[in-house]
């Protein structure tokens, strides 16, 4: 599977984005799939944003996020979204994308993962 992510920019703090995860080569309502969104500031690790499982309506936030952001998906686009409101300086990184065939216990583990998007740019400026 390939993932393409987009949606990313500069927003003001207290603004809003959406960033789209499309995959292509694989239907991914076909298996259980974990698909989640990390990110990278500069200078830091990468972490753990969000997953969801592509079979049902379970989702998972890191506390950092939790209340502000919130994924989602349309199997039919075969895509999944991470709407990001309230958004504060802390949050300016490089959001991906990434998915697994099975889903797993430890889905906020990137090693976890062995399919990436490319990245895109979230800038929010105070």
């Known amino acids: 599977v390939q993932l393409q992510a987009s949606g990313g920019g500069l927003v003001q703090a207290g603004g809003s984005l959406r960033l789209s995860c499309a995959a292509s080569g694989l239907t991914i309502d076909i298996y259980n799939m974990a698909i989640a969104w990390f990110r990278q500031a500069p200078g830091k690790e990468r972490e753990f944003v969000a997953a969801?499982?592509?079979?049902?309506?379970?989702?998972y936030h890191a506390d950092s996020v939790r209340g502000r952001f919130t994924i989602s998906r349309n199997n039919a686009k075969n895509t999944v979204y991470l709407q990001m409101n309230s958004l504060k300086p802390d949050d300016t990184a490089v959001y991906y994308c990434a998915a697994r065939q099975y889903w797993s216990v430890a889905y906020y583990s990137s090693s976890q993962y062995n399919q990436w998007g490319q990245g895109t740019l979230v800038t929010v400026s105070s």
């Open positions: 969801i499982r592509s079979k049902s309506s379970s989702t």
